[in-house]
């Protein structure tokens, strides 16, 4: 703030803690309390000629201004000396509240190592300071006189002031006064302290006018000292301060959206500051300093709240003009005055009950502050595709593919979960979709291998070659092998590699884990991939209960739990999908596939997005059938389904949808799993009807 400004609060300050004397013409000393309470009530007094220049009549001063007399109420006094007078000026504004090193033009006077003070140094707060560049003291006073019954009061009363409002404010009537284009016109005057003043046309033409020679100032600065905690009001201009003031409340008028920087440099030099309820115009120019104010008060750690919601609550009517709109507060209580001062004081209300700006901002957080971001979300939505899964029956149920979000898997053991999922991952990267696997329990080259076999029988398939030359894992491996095959065999084996290496290899990244690999490294290959590739990949975890722990004191259930909810936070904060492979508790062996199911089912239950089970068909439970009958019946399904796991024959495996959170549940999709060869079928597809040939490498050495 200026050095003037800095005065003139000290000013303010000073009068507001005078006390009436006696005679209701002057005060009661503040220095020896006695002048004004004798026979005469006669106490300090005001210099008519030199305003803000005060004598005691008991003499213990005489035509002094308010900072010697402040100073002197300290047992402090202005010498020759200039460290003296530094510090003599920093505890009369610290009076104040007011922090001597914001104040322009203050120098802090330099020491030698002796001691002595540099001569050479200039103090520019020295003692009483000088009269401002331009005192209007005299105009304003001869303005106020004439306001009563004037043009300027009709004026203001129609606006909604009170006249006990604004003789509080000292406002004058002009009868004749210069506004731009050498315009004449009567005119409210605004006095803003003694060295300036606003005029304010009260008829057509040009609406305010600047007093020339003066120095520019907030309108009614003094509630920013208050040290009551009310909050004030910032508005826009002094109408607008006057409008909450009528309310009630009180208010500073910035005089101009180009003050907001005159406001910031003030309440730097203040200490003990009130809470802030912005209010100024809802227009473009109102925006952009609310902004300002708002990263200035938040980088001060003050409070503050928004209350431009009282201009938009007493909008009664539905007007989608802008040019219509109500955009400043005294327009606001014209329209409608009890709605305007209860806004005012719900304002106050909720200003007092807020936090350090930190998270003051969350009065701005509700759904209204992410609207614009939720309509543009959905219009960026338009050009996100859902990424196929190559299953159309499982594309189906999902809407078109998956989308970002948690999905989770599981099955029993040996029921095919990183099977089905590999496969779905391999037919997503042969989209030239990236996709990193995080393999916890499984070596890349099982994997890879898995791949392989799984081209070889559907290959053999769709070339309608016998699907004895198609291999399992082992059968690829195990490179002692391949001496023995026939041509066709080492063709389909040599094409089915060519391919995995030319169509999907160059979109799939395969992690190992060996109990290293946790949430962490996760995201950080995720954020390495993104920024080295571009583009966002589809995420595969086996299996989510063998990450590494995150706190290695807490049970497996803990871990499970922040696994879940930072997985959850990873496809949401890079906006994909990522899917996880679970195992499920020993209960699930002999019963329907549920969210229950689930090892540690309470995070993976309420954080997954969509949860889905393998199981065999024929586990679901069969109207009246009795316990006894059912066990025999599974036990019967698990043997069979054993033995066909170890032989030509597919299994059929349901797929169920028990958690769809953007979609319907309760939908199965039905495959038929083919363990040697790596291969899950859709029942409803070309490959319905899959007769193997002949049996071959058909030993338990061969079934991965």
């Known amino acids: 703030m200026t050095r003037e400004q800095a005065r003139q609060?000290?000013?303010?300050?000073?009068?507001?803690?005078?006390?009436?004397d006696k005679s209701g013409k002057g005060y009661i000393c503040p220095i020896c309390k006695k002048s004004g309470t004798g026979k005469t009530g006669t106490g300090i007094t005001e210099n008519p000629k030199q305003p803000n220049r005060f004598t005691c009549w008991t003499g213990c001063f005489t035509n002094s201004d308010a900072i010697s007399i402040t100073a002197q109420q300290l047992g402090l006094h202005f010498t020759a000396d200039k460290q003296n007078n530094y510090e003599v000026m920093k505890a009369v504004y610290r009076q104040y509240g007011i922090g001597i090193n914001a104040v322009d033009g203050t120098e802090r006077p330099q020491s030698h190592a002796n001691g002595q003070g540099n001569i050479n140094t200039t103090l520019k707060v020295n003692a009483p300071q000088s009269e401002p560049r331009a005192d209007y003291t005299a105009y304003i006073k001869t303005a106020s006189e004439k306001f009563k019954g004037s043009k300027a009061e009709t004026y203001i009363n129609n606006r909604g002031i009170s006249t006990r409002v604004a003789e509080r404010f000292n406002l004058g009537y002009s009868e004749n006064e210069y506004f731009p284009n050498n315009e004449r016109h009567p005119a409210l005057i605004i006095p803003v302290g003694t060295s300036f003043y606003i005029k304010r046309n009260i008829e057509n033409g040009a609406r305010f006018s600047n007093v020339k020679g003066g120095a520019s100032n907030l309108f009614n600065s003094k509630p920013l000292t208050n040290q009551q905690n009310t909050p004030v009001f910032i508005a826009e201009s002094a109408i607008d301060a006057l409008s909450i003031i009528e309310a009630g409340g009180e208010a500073v008028g910035l005089n101009s959206t180009n003050n907001a920087d005159l406001l910031i440099k003030m309440i730097d030099g203040l200490e003990n500051l009130p809470p802030f309820i912005l209010c100024l115009d809802t227009d473009e120019a109102g925006d952009n300093a609310t902004e300002k104010l708002k990263n200035a008060f938040k980088e001060r750690n003050l409070r503050f709240i928004d209350g431009r919601f009282i201009i938009e609550n007493c909008d009664d009517t539905d007007r989608k003009d802008e040019k219509t709109k109500l955009k400043d507060l005294n327009a606001a209580l014209m329209k409608n005055r009890d709605i305007f001062i209860e806004c005012v004081d719900m304002a106050e209300r909720r200003a007092l009950n807020i936090l350090p700006a930190e998270l003051a901002e969350y009065e701005e957080q509700n759904a209204a502050g992410y609207f614009a971001e939720f309509?543009?979300?959905?219009?960026?939505?338009?050009?996100?595709?859902?990424i196929p899964t190559g299953f159309d029956s499982l594309d189906s149920v999902f809407d078109g593919g998956l989308y970002s979000g948690l999905y989770f898997i599981g099955a029993v053991s040996s029921l095919g979960k990183t099977t089905f999922c590999l496969q779905l991952a391999d037919q997503i990267a042969r989209q030239k979709q990236d996709v990193l696997i995080f393999s916890l329990e499984m070596a890349r080259s099982e994997l890879m291998a898995k791949s392989v076999s799984r081209l070889t029988f559907m290959n053999a398939l769709n070339q309608n070659i016998n699907t004895s030359n198609a291999k399992a894992v082992r059968g690829i491996t195990d490179g002692r092998r391949w001496a023995n095959y026939s041509k066709t065999e080492i063709e389909l084996i040599t094409q089915s590699m060519k391919e995995y290496?030319?169509?999907?290899?160059?979109?799939?990244?395969?992690?190992?884990?060996?109990?290293n690999v946790g949430v962490n490294e996760v995201k950080e290959k995720v954020s390495r991939h993104i920024s080295l590739k571009g583009r966002k990949p589809l995420v595969l975890i086996d299996y989510v209960q063998i990450l590494a722990p995150i706190d290695i004191r807490a049970t497996d259930k803990q871990n499970t739990d922040k696994a879940v909810l930072e997985l959850k936070r990873l496809s949401r904060d890079f906006s994909l999908p990522v899917i996880c492979i679970s195992s499920l508790n020993r209960e699930s062996y002999t019963e329907p596939i549920s969210m229950r199911s689930f090892k540690e089912s309470g995070a993976i239950e309420y954080g997954s997005d969509i949860l889905l089970g393998l199981q065999y068909n024929g586990m679901d439970y069969i109207e009246g059938e009795k316990d006894a009958e059912r066990l025999k019946r599974i036990r019967e399904i698990n043997k069979i389904n054993s033995v066909k796991a170890k032989t030509d024959s597919g299994i059929d495996i349901q797929l169920k949808v028990l958690k769809n959170r953007h979609g319907k549940k309760d939908q199965t999709v039905n495959f038929t799993y083919y363990p040697v060869f790596n291969f899950f079928s859709e029942q409803e597809n070309d490959f319905k009807e899959i007769h193997i040939q002949t049996p071959f490498d058909i030993n338990p050495d061969n079934v991965m």
Request: hydrophobic share 45%; proline share 5%; charged share 20%.
């Open 501 to 515: 290496e030319s169509q999907i290899a160059p979109n799939i990244w395969i992690f190992e884990g060996v109990g």
């Open 375 to 386: 309509a543009n979300n959905i219009k960026a939505s338009s050009d996100i595709q859902a």
């Open 9 to 20: 609060i000290v000013i303010d300050g000073f009068k507001r803690r005078l006390q009436p």
